[in-house]
């Protein structure tokens, strides 16, 4: 069985700060409900394959959700995944990366996959609600960054 993947990608964000002084706010977990209304908590030791336990706003409803850490490459890319029951039937990947531009700018942008039987109903009721949460990501992640 092939399966499609569904893609919510966010447009890039460039932010004037460094990749280093971005990735320190990305992974100060104290600090994510001064500047990240879409995950305003987080607890991680960013371990692969260790628990990252969530607090996420989706749409009116907050919600805790724990995922595990699958990449963490200083400083240009956090990545987390969930499997819901077994993986074929509903498998998300969140990536948040961060490219170079110079010594004092980066770019930031999400990618989320969803692949899995459900998928393309997780991605009919939640794609536009991660978007706007993933974009009010990015937003929060450039004013607390440049504020540094």
Same mark, same amino acid.
């Given at each position: =069985?092939?399966? %499609?993947? &569904?893609?919510? *990608?966010?447009?890039?964000?460039?932010?004037?700060?460094?990749?280093?002084?971005?990735?320190?706010? +990305?992974? $100060?977990? *104290?600090?994510?409900?001064?500047?990240? #209304? &879409?995950?305003?908590?987080?607890? !991680?030791?960013? !371990?692969?394959?260790? #628990?990252?336990?969530?607090?996420?706003? =989706?749409?009116?409803?907050?919600?805790?959700?724990?995922? *595990?850490? @699958? /990449?963490?490459?200083?400083? @240009?890319?956090?990545?987390?995944?969930?499997?819901?029951?077994?993986?074929?039937?509903? &498998?998300?990947? %969140?990536?948040?990366?961060?490219?170079?531009? $110079?010594?004092?700018?980066? %770019?930031?942008?999400?990618? $989320?996959?969803?692949?899995? +039987? +459900? !998928?393309?109903?997780?991605?009919? @009721?939640? /794609?536009?609600?991660? %978007? *706007?949460?993933?974009? $009010?990501? !990015?937003?929060? +992640?450039? =004013?607390?960054?440049?504020?540094?």
């Amino acid at each position: =069985m092939i399966s %499609r993947e &569904f893609l919510i *990608r966010t447009n890039p964000v460039d932010i004037n700060a460094s990749n280093e002084v971005v990735w320190t706010v +990305l992974t $100060d977990t *104290r600090k994510y409900g001064e500047w990240n #209304p &879409f995950t305003s908590k987080i607890q !991680a030791d960013f !371990a692969i394959g260790s #628990p990252v336990n969530l607090l996420v706003r =989706m749409g009116p409803i907050k919600f805790g959700i724990t995922e *595990r850490l @699958c /990449a963490f490459e200083n400083p @240009c890319l956090i990545a987390w995944e969930k499997k819901f029951g077994a993986h074929w039937l509903l &498998f998300a990947k %969140r990536e948040q990366h961060l490219e170079h531009v $110079d010594n004092t700018s980066c %770019r930031y942008y999400n990618i $989320d996959k969803l692949t899995g +039987l +459900l !998928a393309p109903i997780v991605y009919c @009721c939640f /794609a536009s609600y991660m %978007r *706007r949460g993933f974009n $009010d990501v !990015a937003k929060g +992640l450039k =004013m607390q960054a440049e504020a540094i």
